[in-house]
């Protein structure tokens, strides 16, 4: 080749490339283009005249950690936006990921749209309102009574608490106006071990203003990115048209199945191209998964083809102390560790969550149920239906293509506060419940026929008497042994149900119990929110729900700790049942679940770290439990062994004495034949002796251990009164859920000693301060619907005034704890007294009502 052939060569080349980038540049700056536009907002409520800057997540309920009334109303939210041109042939729109719970946008002063819903993207064309410099405006408003969450155990946390985008596409685009979705949706009609196929069914809009010729483009790659499949349809659009396209691909032989365990995904990318020029005018890629699954009344759910049982948590999305503000980082974190610990499946509760959270779900590999909140009533509310509705599909059409979904819901304990069928309202509360419900599930069948619908219960048979069982899949939220019954009526009430209703698909849609690190007990019982308990509650529940084929699975109620502004309990603003504290730390009960789900890996740990400071007597024995999945265990306390047990519902329980001080403990077993080990340290303060000048603490009333995590000071469980030693007298022990104001120790004054007249503390002479708390809750703060009217355990009506005496010295006269209107609250007071006998004698004489104590404390001086 000469030198003149081959530079002609080159140059042709060179051209061809030039060429090249140049229609690729194009093609690129025609394309669709989304970024956030989070940062640079300002803010203010209601009423307020000065804004605050912020940036996106953002939410202005973090009152809801300090204060049962939280803000509930608007907000206004502004952003000054800068663009460096406006090109007549795009199209610009903003995507809001959620506000709630409703939200009206402006675009330079003038109104570009509204949204009802606090839980769903929504989409806005501001074509002809943006310029080159704009100011963006949204007031979102926590307060409607029109939408949906009118009641619930969770805080309508408000605020554009999601992401908040520009986007910009060419004149031809996929549809920008269906119920904030991408307008392409993807599906697996076949799915199975032999063959795959996929289908698409996208609508595109013209906005141009002539007839143009376009091709909707798929290319199908495997999970490895290898092109699998590319296929191009002509098809037209007529000036301001908006049409469907579908394409259904070639069998895809052998595909890689999606599972929890292995979830394998495939992509489609769908493009529309010019027809005339090739260019790509808009793009959406998407993730699929070939899975198909099925429920059955009496094997429980499959998963392509074999039985799977379902194994999950509830999850609440806040995480202090940005509430749902919430950064995608947080969303996949939390799959991870939901995964971390065994669960295949999640109920996403109680609203639909954000886009990376159902990515995570897809990627990581969890089945899910998703739902919009409806709950607890339906109201008498004009547009409140026509919102539930649109909320329906939003949720339905923004997340159809994520391969992890396998169940629609869309009411949850929706009887929960109706009038009881003897009331006179009754009658219309049951027929617009049922109206709505018979709606939302046709409107449900329509929009995706792929998925199963459900609905979650409290346990009450209305449910199924009234005809509200209209799902697919009956949920039940279930919480004997808690809010009440005992443990048995669980499985009592599951197996009635199913000898009942033979041909209705079950799964346990919540159960659980609350738990708070201070309060511990070795005899724990029902609402005494002991750790202990919890772990008694769980360790019942599980070992059923695993071992009965017609139960499909189950999601444990919840995955963490989270904000209730309303609840009040042992800890107020918090639902407390999680297997992890608001922090993502895991308490230990979320082992006991790893050690039963995760046969892949070998568990064991020492499930002493949420009591890892014990109090006792010297010599006594402390119950030291292990979870594990391993057949055999050793524990070694301080260097020497304490011997091997055999598990049994993946635990063990030693019982060893621990010394004075700090301990060492290592529990060590093997699988395998490869040595497993968990290290912990733990500290035994030894009883209070008044004789050696201790300070003695008692939780009056109260069967648990409460462990101030301020002080640090352990208060002792109550009990009688013998002779050397100390406690009550006489006195009924009670408890109430009320929140105790203006302590930080609230547990101590959640219980105490009704009707008491005595307390004796044997002690040597000498002199002694004597604390005594108090609450009066006579007037007990109005509690939540779902405590089930656990929260009415409380005093006699009566305000109560007595006299207190202690060593026969008047130290009280005519006292009331609630002087000067100061129900629920804390009252602590102190005396120095003489102790002459050798008995510190503290008596109290009813004057009206009866007498309380809720906790002493007593120290030699």
Same mark, same amino acid.
């Given at each position: 080749?000469?030198?003149?052939?081959?530079?002609?060569?080159?140059?042709?080349?060179?051209?061809?490339?030039?060429?090249?980038? &140049?229609?690729?540049?194009?093609? &690129?700056?025609?394309?669709?283009?989304?970024?956030?536009?989070?940062?640079?907002?300002?803010?203010?409520?209601?009423?307020?005249?000065?804004?605050?800057?912020?940036?996106?997540?953002?939410?202005?309920?973090?009152?809801?950690?300090?204060?049962?009334?939280?803000?509930?109303?608007?907000?206004?939210?502004?952003?000054? =936006?800068? =663009?460096?041109?406006?090109?007549?042939?795009?199209?610009?729109?903003?995507?809001?990921?959620?506000?709630?719970?409703?939200?009206?946008?402006?675009?330079?002063?003038?109104?570009?749209?509204?949204?009802?819903?606090?839980?769903?993207?929504?989409?806005?064309?501001?074509?002809?309102?943006?310029?080159? %410099?704009?100011?963006?405006?949204?007031?979102?408003?926590?307060?409607?009574?029109?939408?949906?969450?009118?009641?619930?155990?969770?805080? $309508?946390?408000?605020?554009?608490?999601?992401?908040?985008?520009?986007?910009?596409?060419?004149?031809?685009?996929?549809?920008?106006?269906?119920?904030?979705?991408?307008?392409? $949706?993807?599906?697996?009609?076949?799915?199975?071990?032999?063959?795959?196929?996929?289908?698409?069914?996208?609508?595109?809009?013209?906005?141009?203003?002539?007839?143009?010729?376009?091709?909707?483009? #798929?290319?199908?790659?495997?999970?490895?990115?290898?092109?699998?499949?590319?296929?191009?349809?002509?098809?037209?659009?007529? &000036?301001?048209?908006?049409?469907?396209?579908?394409?259904?691909?070639?069998?895809?032989?052998?595909?890689? =199945?999606?599972?929890?365990?292995?979830?394998? =995904?495939?992509?489609?990318?769908?493009?529309?191209? %010019?027809?005339?020029?090739?260019?790509?005018?808009?793009?959406?890629?998407?993730?699929?998964? $070939?899975?198909?699954?099925?429920?059955?009344?009496?094997?429980?759910?499959?998963?392509?083809?074999?039985?799977?049982?379902?194994?999950?948590?509830?999850?609440?999305?806040?995480?202090?102390?940005?509430?749902?503000?919430?950064?995608?980082?947080?969303?996949?974190?939390?799959?991870?560790?939901?995964?971390?610990?065994?669960?295949?499946?999640?109920?996403? /509760?109680?609203?639909?969550?954000?886009? &990376?959270?159902?990515?995570?779900?897809?990627?990581?590999?969890?089945?899910?149920?998703?739902?919009?909140?409806?709950?607890?009533?339906?109201?008498?509310?004009?547009?409140?239906?026509?919102?539930?509705?649109?909320?329906?599909?939003?949720?339905?059409?923004?997340?159809?293509?994520?391969?992890?979904?396998?169940?629609?819901?869309?009411?949850?304990?929706?009887?929960?506060?109706?009038?009881?069928?003897?009331?006179?309202?009754?009658?219309?509360?049951?027929?617009?419940?049922?109206?709505?419900?018979?709606?939302?599930?046709?409107?449900?069948?329509?929009?995706?026929?792929?998925?199963?619908?459900?609905?979650?219960?409290?346990?009450?048979?209305?449910?199924?008497?009234?005809?509200?069982?209209?799902?697919?899949?009956?949920?039940? %939220?279930?919480?004997?042994?808690?809010?009440?019954?005992?443990?048995?009526?669980?499985?009592?009430?599951?197996?009635?149900?199913?000898?009942?209703?033979?041909?209705?698909?079950?799964?346990?849609?919540?159960?659980?119990?609350?738990?708070?690190?201070?309060?511990?007990?070795?005899?724990?019982?029902?609402?005494?929110?002991?750790?202990?308990?919890?772990?008694?509650?769980?360790?019942?529940?599980?070992?059923?729900?695993?071992?009965?084929?017609?139960?499909?699975?189950?999601?444990?109620?919840?995955?963490?700790? $989270?904000?209730?502004?309303?609840?009040?309990?042992?800890?107020?603003?918090?639902?407390?049942?999680?297997?992890?504290?608001?922090?993502?730390?895991?308490?230990?009960?979320?082992?006991?679940?790893?050690?039963?789900?995760?046969?892949?890996?070998?568990?064991?740990?020492?499930?002493?770290?949420?009591?890892?400071?014990?109090?006792?007597?010297?010599?006594?024995?402390?119950?030291?439990?292990?979870?594990?999945?391993?057949?055999?265990?050793? +524990?070694?306390?301080?260097?020497?062994?304490?011997?091997?047990?055999?598990? /049994?519902?993946?635990?063990?329980?030693?019982?060893?004495?621990?010394?004075?001080?700090?301990?060492?403990?290592?529990?060590?077993?093997?699988?395998?034949?490869?040595?497993?080990?968990?290290?912990?340290?733990?500290?035994?303060?030894?009883?209070?002796?008044?004789?050696?000048?201790?300070? *003695?603490?008692? %939780?009056?009333?109260?069967?648990?251990?409460?462990?101030?995590?301020?002080?640090?000071?352990?208060? +002792?469980?109550?009990?009688?009164?013998?002779?050397?030693?100390?406690?009550?007298?006489?006195?009924?022990?009670?408890?109430?859920?009320?929140?105790?104001?203006?302590?930080?120790?609230?547990?101590?004054?959640?219980?105490?000693?009704?009707?008491?007249?005595?307390?004796?503390?044997?002690?040597?002479?000498?002199?002694?301060?004597?604390? *005594?708390?108090?609450?009066?809750?006579?007037?007990?703060?109005?509690?939540?619907? #779902?405590?089930?009217?656990?929260?009415?355990?409380?005093?006699?009506?009566?305000?109560?005034?007595?006299?207190?005496?202690?060593?026969?010295?008047?130290?009280?006269?005519?006292?009331?704890?609630?002087?000067?209107?100061?129900? +629920?609250?804390?009252?602590?007071?102190?005396?120095?007294?003489?102790?002459?006998?050798?008995?510190?004698?503290?008596?109290?004489?009813?004057?009206?009502?009866?007498?309380?104590?809720?906790?002493?404390?007593?120290?030699?001086?």
């Amino acid at each position: 080749m000469n030198m003149h052939i081959a530079l002609c060569l080159l140059t042709r080349k060179a051209f061809l490339i030039l060429v090249s980038l &140049a229609f690729f540049t194009f093609s &690129a700056s025609a394309q669709r283009m989304m970024k956030t536009i989070n940062d640079g907002w300002d803010f203010r409520k209601d009423g307020e005249t000065r804004w605050q800057p912020i940036n996106l997540p953002h939410t202005f309920n973090l009152d809801a950690y300090s204060q049962r009334n939280y803000y509930q109303g608007k907000g206004e939210y502004r952003k000054k =936006l800068s =663009l460096s041109e406006i090109a007549p042939t795009k199209r610009y729109y903003l995507k809001i990921d959620a506000a709630s719970k409703a939200a009206d946008v402006k675009v330079n002063g003038q109104v570009a749209g509204s949204h009802a819903g606090g839980y769903s993207a929504f989409i806005l064309d501001v074509t002809g309102l943006i310029r080159e %410099n704009n100011e963006i405006e949204i007031t979102v408003d926590n307060a409607r009574r029109d939408i949906t969450p009118l009641w619930a155990d969770f805080t $309508f946390w408000g605020g554009i608490y999601r992401d908040v985008w520009l986007i910009t596409t060419p004149e031809q685009h996929f549809n920008m106006a269906n119920y904030g979705s991408t307008g392409v $949706f993807v599906s697996t009609p076949v799915a199975n071990e032999r063959e795959g196929v996929v289908q698409v069914k996208a609508e595109v809009t013209n906005d141009a203003d002539s007839r143009i010729r376009l091709k909707m483009q #798929n290319r199908i790659y495997d999970a490895q990115g290898k092109l699998l499949q590319t296929n191009a349809q002509p098809f037209s659009l007529k &000036a301001g048209e908006t049409a469907t396209v579908e394409y259904k691909s070639d069998v895809i032989d052998n595909p890689q =199945l999606w599972t929890p365990e292995m979830p394998t =995904l495939y992509r489609v990318v769908t493009a529309i191209v %010019n027809a005339k020029t090739g260019e790509v005018l808009d793009e959406i890629s998407n993730k699929i998964g $070939f899975r198909w699954f099925s429920f059955d009344a009496d094997k429980g759910f499959s998963l392509n083809g074999k039985p799977y049982k379902l194994r999950g948590v509830n999850r609440h999305q806040d995480q202090a102390p940005v509430g749902v503000a919430i950064d995608d980082e947080v969303n996949r974190r939390d799959i991870r560790q939901i995964k971390e610990i065994g669960c295949n499946f999640i109920r996403i /509760s109680h609203y639909p969550q954000d886009d &990376a959270l159902l990515d995570a779900c897809d990627e990581l590999g969890l089945l899910a149920w998703e739902e919009i909140p409806i709950i607890d009533i339906v109201p008498d509310t004009p547009g409140y239906d026509d919102h539930c509705e649109m909320n329906l599909v939003e949720m339905i059409r923004q997340h159809y293509n994520h391969p992890c979904i396998m169940a629609w819901g869309y009411m949850n304990e929706i009887l929960l506060i109706a009038p009881t069928p003897d009331k006179p309202e009754w009658p219309a509360v049951r027929d617009r419940t049922v109206k709505l419900a018979q709606r939302l599930e046709k409107r449900l069948k329509e929009e995706d026929s792929s998925r199963v619908s459900v609905m979650a219960f409290h346990g009450s048979d209305l449910y199924n008497t009234i005809g509200l069982a209209l799902g697919d899949v009956a949920g039940w %939220n279930l919480y004997q042994g808690w809010y009440f019954g005992e443990l048995p009526h669980f499985e009592q009430w599951l197996e009635d149900q199913h000898a009942r209703y033979p041909h209705r698909p079950i799964i346990v849609s919540e159960w659980g119990a609350g738990s708070d690190k201070r309060i511990h007990s070795v005899k724990g019982r029902p609402f005494d929110f002991s750790m202990e308990y919890q772990q008694e509650y769980i360790e019942h529940y599980l070992p059923y729900i695993e071992n009965n084929d017609y139960i499909a699975g189950c999601a444990y109620w919840g995955y963490v700790d $989270f904000n209730v502004a309303a609840r009040q309990e042992s800890m107020p603003r918090v639902n407390n049942k999680g297997l992890f504290y608001n922090d993502r730390t895991p308490k230990d009960i979320a082992y006991y679940f790893k050690a039963m789900w995760r046969k892949d890996v070998p568990v064991l740990h020492i499930a002493s770290r949420d009591w890892a400071l014990r109090t006792g007597k010297a010599g006594e024995e402390h119950p030291i439990k292990i979870y594990t999945n391993l057949d055999e265990v050793e +524990l070694i306390l301080n260097g020497a062994s304490c011997g091997k047990q055999c598990t /049994s519902n993946y635990n063990t329980i030693f019982r060893v004495k621990l010394p004075e001080g700090n301990s060492s403990l290592v529990a060590r077993g093997y699988r395998n034949g490869v040595l497993v080990e968990d290290v912990m340290m733990m500290t035994l303060a030894l009883f209070p002796d008044l004789h050696q000048g201790d300070e *003695l603490a008692v %939780n009056v009333g109260s069967n648990c251990y409460f462990i101030s995590d301020v002080s640090h000071l352990t208060w +002792l469980p109550d009990r009688p009164y013998t002779a050397g030693e100390w406690g009550y007298v006489n006195g009924k022990g009670r408890s109430t859920t009320s929140e105790i104001y203006n302590t930080v120790d609230g547990p101590v004054y959640q219980t105490w000693m009704e009707d008491i007249t005595e307390y004796k503390i044997d002690a040597p002479a000498g002199t002694y301060e004597v604390e *005594l708390l108090m609450a009066d809750v006579s007037r007990p703060a109005r509690q939540q619907a #779902n405590l089930l009217g656990k929260g009415d355990e409380r005093a006699s009506a009566v305000s109560k005034r007595f006299d207190i005496t202690i060593c026969g010295e008047v130290v009280e006269q005519n006292f009331s704890p609630a002087d000067n209107n100061r129900y +629920l609250n804390a009252c602590r007071r102190r005396y120095i007294v003489n102790n002459n006998d050798g008995c510190i004698d503290i008596r109290f004489t009813p004057l009206q009502g009866k007498p309380v104590l809720s906790g002493l404390k007593v120290r030699r001086l």
